[in-house]
């Protein structure tokens, strides 16, 4: 399972590459301390999603065969969304749109995890009805960080602002 996970993310992560940003005019210089806060926020933010959901499959009864294929789901979902969050400091839907080759290839890996999912290749079979609930699951993930993300920043520009 570790090995599907990691081959579903090398594809979007290659995509990033021929994604659409903004392009400042001149040299940036990066705000490592902003960049950092962000990622290890945003990190923490998905382990403890990821924890929460393991505990909550536990408390509702499911096998721990059940469990891992859910937590695949998630993890697929949840992982390239997380592309979508953080590839702009403000909210996911506003400009510069994501490519299409970017979008093509998140959207793609993330079917192909849910089929992998439902009908279980080399893993145990979910069904529809779970894999939706993972889906939805994830989603909210996905708007929870990305109002933490829009909260970092804000408070970490207004800080740096004031010094």
Excluded: C
């Amino acid at each position: 399972m570790i090995i599907m996970l990691a081959l579903l993310n090398d594809i979007p992560i290659l995509a990033i590459a021929y994604d659409n940003t903004k392009v400042d005019p001149s040299p940036v210089r990066w705000k490592m301390s902003e960049l950092l806060t962000v990622s290890s926020v945003l990190g923490v933010s998905g382990v403890v999603a990821s924890f929460l959901l393991f505990f909550l499959l536990q408390e509702y009864g499911f096998s721990e065969d059940m469990i891992r294929t859910m937590l695949f789901l998630k993890l697929i979902v949840a992982g390239h969304s997380t592309l979508y969050i953080t590839r702009t400091d403000g909210w996911f839907w506003q400009k510069p749109y994501p490519s299409p080759l970017l979008f093509g290839a998140t959207f793609g890996t993330e079917i192909l995890g849910t089929l992998i999912a439902v009908y279980g290749i080399f893993i145990t079979p979910i069904g529809w009805i779970y894999a939706l609930w993972m889906w939805l699951y994830a989603l909210a993930e996905f708007i929870v960080n990305d109002f933490i993300k829009l909260a970092l920043y804000r408070r970490l520009r207004a800080r740096g602002a004031e010094v």
